[in-house]
């Protein structure tokens, strides 16, 4: 099966710019996840949906971060405008369901560069 | 809130020698874990989860909800092994959360 797919690979901006990432889950999979990666971190959750719906988007900077899935497909991740300590790879995942003992699948990530 | 601590940054071993990434949770329910490995310049894949009990590529890890532990392990590491492993925790309420991940290298 085809894997998770995630663009742009590399992105370099200036802050205060825009940026946005697309990611497209594996056929059939309900959930999908947006995590941030600090250099030297562990994968942080911003944002999980369940379909269309938000089920946590708790760490999510709401004032400069936002993300939707529409359709319940292909989701699209955005920060405006972008800061210094955005700097990091940007995960995609996603799963058959939510939570339990489902499998995530990871895309290749994108990694952003705010100079 | 739940929390995963991997309290080892960096972890070297000689190859042949048993192998042990430690992982601390905290969670007031019943938690779902799992073991995630990087190998260089892959994606970020499932190495094990607990519910299935089973041993893969050698490794083993065993949930222990009175110390709160989910220890990765190896009894005779290979240099193949040399990755980058992340604990991971799903609530019941299907949030995740990862630890910030243990570098193992493998010596020859």
């Known amino acids: 099966e085809a894997g998770v797919a995630q663009s742009p690979r590399y992105k370099i901006i200036e802050k205060r710019q825009s940026v946005a990432f697309w990611c497209n889950p594996i056929s059939g999979h309900a959930t999908l996840y947006w995590y941030q990666q600090i250099l030297g971190q562990g994968p942080k959750l911003l944002i999980q949906f369940q379909n269309n719906g938000v089920v946590d988007d708790s760490q999510l900077p709401k004032d400069r971060f936002s993300a939707e899935r529409l359709k319940g497909v292909d989701s699209t991740l955005k920060i405006q405008p972008a800061k210094l300590e955005d700097s990091a790879v940007y995960l995609c995942a996603s799963s058959f369901s939510s939570g339990g003992d489902y499998e995530q699948f990871f895309g290749p990530g994108t990694r952003l560069t705010v100079l | 809130a739940q929390r995963v601590t991997q309290p080892e940054k960096l972890l070297s071993v000689f190859k042949g020698a048993p192998v042990e990434l430690k992982c601390n949770y905290s969670y007031s329910g019943s938690p779902e874990l799992f073991w995630y490995v990087q190998y260089s310049r892959q994606r970020l894949q499932l190495l094990l989860r607990h519910i299935s009990r089973e041993s893969i590529k050698g490794f083993t890890a065993d949930l222990n909800k009175g110390e709160t532990s989910f220890h990765l392990k190896k009894p005779f590491a290979q240099e193949e092994d040399s990755a980058m492993y992340y604990c991971?925790?799903?609530?019941?309420?299907?949030?995740?959360?990862f630890g910030d991940g243990t570098t193992l290298t493998v010596k020859p």
């Open positions: 991971a925790l799903n609530t019941n309420a299907g949030k995740s959360t």
